[in-house]
């Protein structure tokens, strides 16, 4: 079919510039399909909503697949509507079990929160991460001694807790369970950070010995290393992404043979609101970027105007995704779980959603 081109010139110089940026990838005699190519972001499909409980505010909510067959869901989660400070006094991590990676999910028990005691997790046991390693299901979480300091306060710390099956009981190992703690050399990039570390993305090196990886000074993502489960791991002295903006919330996985770093995107490195990632050759220098999910509004259908939003900007024209857990399948990546703020639905609190890997 046919169809009379008005404009011409104006088709001209596009097809020009097009042409100009296919050349300019034009390597070693093929034409890169990198012009061509769907980002991180574009192979998620939205599916719903994986965790609403009336009463709570739910956040971080990290998946894995039990010896059962069933999906379980470790997500922080605390009595009320209000995002801050309740995180850091009241949160504490449910478990939740489902037949499927799309739910629904029930309420099954606690299986972490502050001990109430002069201990470094005292309060707020908050944004979990779970995997397993051999035979042990590992959670990590962080906690803090005093929830009325300064908004993200420098005394959040990472733990971890082990169990024989999803159902727990999980022992926090070492005793008090504590693994990591802001250092104490004067030269290293987070030392007397103002955050503290937190945020643990968790990561078995295929060579052996394992990557934790932490959010810290100015918003940036550090690592600790150990050749050990339970440790002992060492910080390295610098920071492993180089953004210039905040980012946060890091999942770390193996992608395509690359070390991967799935995190925020809070002020705009590619997309404010959206999700950015990082992959590396090493795992210690991550100097590529993507982007890693869109804003909720390019998934699905809503209006704004009936958002209920209970955590950031009530102006903002778009909603966005918080603390990414990935559900890998064959260490690939199979669901998405991500919280957020802004309840798309209109609902008195905040929930988790789900979105699926398109293969």
Do not use: C
Request: charged share 20%; glycine share 10%; aromatic share 14%.
């Amino acid at each position: 079919m046919y169809y009379k081109m008005k404009n011409y010139p104006n088709f001209i110089n596009l097809t020009t510039i097009l042409l100009l940026l296919l050349y300019s990838k034009f390597v070693n005699g093929q034409v890169s399909t990198e012009l061509l190519k769907n980002t991180f972001a574009d192979m998620w499909e939205f599916k719903g909503i994986a965790v609403k409980e009336p009463g709570y505010t739910i956040w971080g909510t990290s998946p894995i697949v039990g010896d059962d067959g069933k999906v379980h869901l470790f997500v922080a989660r605390w009595p009320g509507n209000s995002v801050e400070p309740g995180w850091r006094s009241q949160s504490e991590i449910a478990h939740y079990v489902g037949d499927s990676p799309e739910g629904p999910f029930t309420f099954s028990d606690i299986a972490i929160k502050g001990t109430g005691k002069d201990t470094w997790d005292k309060y707020g046991a908050h944004n979990p991460t779970v995997h397993k390693v051999g035979n042990k299901y590992v959670l990590l979480y962080i906690g803090n001694t005093n929830p009325n300091r300064p908004h993200h306060p420098s005394n959040q710390q990472i733990g971890m807790a082990l169990a024989d099956t999803p159902y727990g009981p999980w022992n926090r190992v070492g005793g008090d369970g504590m693994i990591l703690s802001p250092p104490k050399n004067k030269k290293y990039w987070n030392y007397n950070a103002g955050n503290g570390v937190n945020n643990p993305a968790f990561l078995q090196h295929p060579n052996g010995g394992f990557f934790l990886y932490f959010k810290s000074e100015k918003a940036r993502m550090g690592l600790a290393i150990a050749e050990n489960l339970e440790g002992p791991y060492v910080q390295m002295p610098f920071p492993v992404t180089a953004n210039d903006r905040n980012i946060e919330d890091g999942y770390a996985f193996m992608y395509n043979d690359k070390f991967a770093l799935l995190t925020t995107d809070n002020h705009g490195m590619i997309t404010s609101g959206g999700g950015i990632l990082w992959t590396s050759n090493d795992g210690i220098h991550f100097d590529r970027y993507e982007k890693g999910f869109h804003r909720i509004n390019q998934y699905v259908d809503f209006n704004m105007k009936d958002v209920t939003v209970h955590y950031g900007a009530k102006n903002r024209p778009y909603a966005k995704f918080e603390r990414p857990q990935i559900l890998l399948k064959n260490g690939k990546p199979w669901y998405l779980y991500v919280p957020s703020g802004q309840n798309i639905y209109g609902g008195a609190f905040t929930v988790s959603y789900v979105l699926k890997f398109k293969n």
